[in-house]
């Protein structure tokens, strides 16, 4: 495998994904909700700390000299984006990989690539590459709108612990969305009819994405009632977690559902990081990748497992076959 | 002839392992769906008997059980996430499959070579696909009226039925809805996979994108029955939360949550308030499918993707 055929068919990949009008709407409306989302929560996360500060000041002139901290913090605004990443991001990350194999397909360009020296390898990851490199500018742009946002709008600027933390996330964000191109490639390139292994690759994400963690979220208790049960109940923490102690096995079954989905890991790694959970919170670097270990261990896996599905079926000459409907 | 193209369209569809398989799933989702209402709720009145009791050992008073009057309807509360989900990503499909496949096959050359009216052939085809959509959520009724009446112990009541029948009608009109987005991409956007493409962009803006605009819900907290809307106390939501009657996705739950009564508080159903937009929308849409199936390309290279 030479790098420079690799970064040429990468390259190529990347252009043309810019040339695809459906793609490129998909790209700009997913920057526009989720800058929009940054924005809406940064405003309304600057009038909670105005809100504060006055609480504060009051309490100190009342004699008050202890005032429980504030339970915001700035990188939790970063969760709407994660969520949008979650859902739509996936959905162009198989876009992305439908358009590279159909585009090849589609214009014979396979058979005249298998006439050069081009391994199996280098046609599979070359593309991918292309891929990445595009996904990583879709969510550094994302992740550089929401800092900059919280930053002049909710008047909060991260520190380098924050700014390590982000880049984690971001990591996160190309593994998964990565994943999700892998799955639109193979199937598509295992796929007949075009249009069939896009479908297929939707069905997938339908199940993996959307259904699997809606039936662990309805399963939670907590998310019963609106604001919560045992908010509704008054009950604390402690409280909580004593009841539910004695729920183990509904617990257990309702996170192994939960544990199927990529989704869900990559959200559990994404809120952990992001300091959106409270029990997280206060934790150091160290302290929450050991926490989120079997989050990143999954997600892994699932990277190994689809590049291994995207060399055998890419990467083969049947790719090369089938009918075309581009 | 409306019948004839209605029974090619649902010919076709049976042979489509696409649509097959995410039937299979909606159908399964509706099997599911009472079981984790049912699961989730006797948990939840377990959770409440504990924490009341916890109380009582502290010398607290017992706090009031959000779930007194829960109706029994409430166990399908999931079904109102699963037709907005699957359910209109499946109309989606079939919309798109009743376009495209002819065009595949070039059989739209060849039915319009014969004295067919292009509104027969509109009609031909919307017949064909509410047809497949009558026979999906009548099969997710029956298998809904089986749920309801295993986990409840006895057989729905007459109301129950009603109240049931209602919400898959109203489901039937947000799926035909869906469908007409599938038909209209397709006679839009040439290529087949990116007009299901762009239909699906449309689908998504419109479960969750416009929601956190309106309502300030969060993408996630669209998949979850019991929702939450923000306050109007930000600026920004207090414009917003007027464009609420045009988020179709939140209009479709209202109404739904208000016909199933899965949520206590939950307004009377309001039938012509709360469908006037979804009707509104899908007499757009078939007024535009129409001019769309009017203006169809027929010559050789406009028929073939």
Same mark, same amino acid.
């Given at each position: 495998?030479?790098?420079?055929?690799?970064?040429?068919?990468?390259?190529?990949?990347?252009?043309?994904?810019?040339?695809?009008?459906?793609?490129?709407?998909?790209?700009?409306?997913?920057?526009?909700?989720?800058?929009?989302?940054?924005?809406?929560?940064?405003?309304?996360? /600057?009038?909670?700390?105005?809100?504060?500060?006055?609480?504060?000041?009051?309490?100190?002139?009342?004699?008050?000299?202890?005032?429980?901290?504030?339970?915001?913090?700035?990188?939790?605004?970063?969760?709407? =984006?994660?969520?949008?990443?979650?859902?739509?991001?996936?959905?162009?990350?198989?876009?992305?990989?439908?358009?590279?194999?159909?585009?090849?397909?589609?214009?014979?360009?396979?058979?005249?690539?298998?006439?050069?020296?081009?391994?199996?390898?280098?046609?599979?990851?070359?593309?991918?590459?292309?891929?990445?490199?595009?996904?990583?500018?879709?969510?550094?742009?994302?992740?550089?709108?929401?800092?900059?946002?919280?930053?002049?709008?909710?008047?909060?600027?991260?520190?380098?612990? /924050?700014?390590?933390?982000? !880049?984690?996330?971001?990591?996160?964000?190309?593994?998964?969305?990565?994943?999700?191109?892998?799955?639109?490639?193979?199937?598509?390139?295992?796929?007949?009819?075009?249009?069939?292994?896009? !479908?297929?690759?939707? =069905?997938?994400?339908?199940?993996?994405?959307?259904?699997?963690?809606?039936?662990?979220?309805?399963?939670?208790?907590?998310?019963? !009632?609106?604001?919560?049960?045992?908010?509704?109940?008054?009950?604390?923490?402690?409280?909580?977690?004593?009841?539910?102690?004695?729920?183990?096995?509904?617990?257990? !079954?309702?996170?192994?559902?939960?544990?199927?989905?990529?989704?869900?890991?990559?959200?559990?790694?994404?809120?952990?990081?992001?300091?959106? *959970?409270? *029990?997280?919170?206060?934790?150091?670097?160290? /302290?929450?990748?050991?926490?989120?270990?079997?989050?990143?261990?999954?997600?892994?896996?699932?990277?190994?497992?689809?590049?291994?599905?995207?060399?055998?079926?890419?990467?083969?000459?049947?790719? /090369?076959?089938?009918?075309?409907?581009? | 002839?409306?019948?004839?193209?209605? #029974?090619?369209? @649902?010919?076709?569809?049976?042979?489509?392992? &696409?649509?097959?398989? &995410?039937?299979?799933?909606?159908?399964?989702?509706?099997?599911?769906?009472?079981? &984790?209402?049912?699961?989730?709720?006797?948990?939840?009145?377990?959770?409440?008997?504990?924490?009341?009791?916890? @109380?009582?050992?502290?010398?607290?008073?017992?706090?009031?059980?959000?779930? %007194?009057? $829960?109706?029994?309807?409430?166990?399908?509360?999931?079904?109102?996430?699963?037709?907005?989900?699957?359910?209109?990503? @499946?109309?989606?499909?079939?919309?798109?499959?009743?376009?495209?496949?002819?065009?595949?096959?070039?059989?739209?050359?060849?039915?319009?070579?014969?004295?067919?009216?292009?509104?027969?052939?509109?009609?031909? $085809?919307?017949?064909?696909? #509410?047809?497949?959509?009558?026979? &999906?959520?009548?099969?997710? +009724?029956?298998?809904?009226?089986?749920?309801?009446?295993?986990?409840?112990?006895?057989?729905?009541?007459? %109301?129950?039925?009603?109240?049931?029948?209602?919400?898959?009608?109203?489901?039937?009109? +947000?799926?035909?809805?869906?469908?007409?987005?599938?038909? #209209?991409?397709?006679?839009?956007?040439?290529?087949?996979?990116?007009?299901?493409?762009?239909?699906?962009?449309?689908?998504?803006?419109?479960?969750?994108?416009?929601?956190?605009?309106?309502?300030?819900?969060?993408?996630?907290?669209?998949?979850?029955?019991?929702? %939450?809307?923000?306050?109007?106390?930000?600026?920004?939501?207090?414009?917003?939360?007027?464009?609420?009657?045009?988020?179709?996705?939140?209009?479709?739950?209202?109404?739904?949550?208000?016909?199933?009564?899965?949520?206590?508080?939950?307004?009377?159903?309001?039938?012509?308030?709360? @469908?006037?937009?979804?009707?509104?929308?899908?007499?757009?849409?078939?007024?535009?499918?129409?001019?769309?199936?009017?203006?169809? %390309?027929?010559?050789?290279?406009?028929?073939?993707?």
């Amino acid at each position: 495998m030479t790098n420079a055929t690799l970064l040429t068919l990468a390259g190529h990949d990347y252009r043309a994904a810019f040339r695809n009008r459906v793609l490129a709407a998909l790209l700009l409306t997913l920057l526009f909700v989720t800058t929009v989302s940054v924005l809406v929560a940064a405003f309304g996360y /600057q009038a909670q700390l105005d809100e504060y500060e006055r609480y504060k000041a009051a309490a100190a002139a009342a004699g008050i000299d202890t005032v429980a901290p504030l339970p915001l913090r700035a990188l939790q605004l970063l969760r709407p =984006v994660v969520e949008y990443l979650e859902i739509i991001g996936a959905v162009i990350a198989i876009a992305l990989g439908y358009l590279s194999v159909a585009r090849e397909r589609g214009n014979r360009t396979l058979r005249l690539l298998r006439t050069r020296p081009v391994s199996a390898g280098e046609l599979a990851f070359g593309p991918a590459l292309g891929a990445v490199a595009l996904i990583t500018t879709l969510v550094v742009v994302t992740a550089t709108i929401g800092v900059v946002s919280i930053g002049i709008w909710g008047h909060d600027w991260i520190d380098g612990e /924050q700014a390590i933390k982000v !880049v984690l996330w971001c990591i996160a964000s190309i593994a998964y969305m990565g994943v999700f191109y892998c799955l639109g490639a193979a199937l598509t390139a295992r796929s007949r009819v075009l249009a069939n292994g896009l !479908v297929a690759a939707l =069905v997938v994400w339908l199940v993996v994405v959307l259904i699997i963690p809606q039936i662990g979220d309805t399963m939670d208790p907590d998310n019963q !009632v609106p604001g919560g049960l045992f908010s509704a109940l008054n009950l604390d923490k402690p409280h909580e977690t004593r009841i539910l102690a004695n729920f183990g096995t509904y617990e257990r !079954v309702r996170n192994g559902i939960e544990e199927l989905s990529l989704a869900k890991h990559y959200e559990r790694f994404a809120f952990a990081i992001l300091d959106v *959970k409270d *029990k997280y919170r206060g934790m150091s670097i160290g /302290q929450l990748t050991t926490e989120t270990r079997s989050d990143i261990i999954w997600m892994l896996a699932y990277v190994v497992v689809l590049a291994g599905a995207l060399r055998m079926t890419v990467g083969s000459p049947a790719a /090369q076959s089938g009918g075309d409907d581009e | 002839m409306i019948g004839v193209i209605a #029974a090619h369209q @649902l010919r076709m569809l049976s042979r489509e392992r &696409i649509f097959l398989a &995410i039937l299979a799933a909606l159908l399964l989702m509706t099997v599911l769906a009472g079981f &984790i209402g049912w699961s989730s709720h006797n948990t939840i009145v377990r959770v409440y008997e504990e924490s009341s009791a916890m @109380l009582a050992s502290e010398g607290q008073p017992a706090p009031p059980n959000p779930f %007194d009057l $829960k109706p029994r309807l409430s166990l399908l509360s999931n079904m109102t996430i699963y037709i907005p989900l699957i359910g209109a990503l @499946l109309a989606i499909v079939v919309g798109h499959l009743a376009i495209v496949t002819d065009r595949a096959a070039g059989s739209t050359r060849l039915i319009f070579s014969r004295p067919i009216l292009r509104s027969t052939y509109l009609w031909g $085809k919307l017949t064909g696909i #509410a047809g497949a959509l009558v026979a &999906i959520l009548a099969a997710s +009724y029956v298998l809904s009226v089986i749920s309801l009446t295993i986990v409840n112990g006895s057989a729905p009541t007459a %109301d129950e039925l009603g109240r049931l029948a209602l919400f898959y009608a109203l489901s039937l009109a +947000y799926m035909v809805l869906f469908a007409l987005v599938g038909m #209209a991409t397709a006679l839009v956007v040439h290529g087949r996979s990116l007009a299901l493409l762009v239909a699906l962009g449309i689908w998504m803006a419109v479960t969750f994108m416009v929601p956190q605009f309106t309502s300030g819900l969060r993408p996630t907290a669209s998949l979850n029955p019991i929702v %939450d809307p923000v306050s109007t106390s930000q600026q920004f939501f207090r414009v917003t939360s007027n464009l609420r009657p045009f988020s179709i996705s939140e209009q479709y739950r209202d109404a739904s949550a208000s016909i199933l009564q899965t949520a206590p508080d939950r307004a009377a159903f309001d039938g012509m308030r709360q @469908l006037l937009p979804i009707s509104a929308l899908l007499v757009a849409l078939g007024l535009l499918t129409a001019v769309l199936v009017n203006r169809q %390309d027929l010559s050789e290279r406009g028929a073939n993707d």
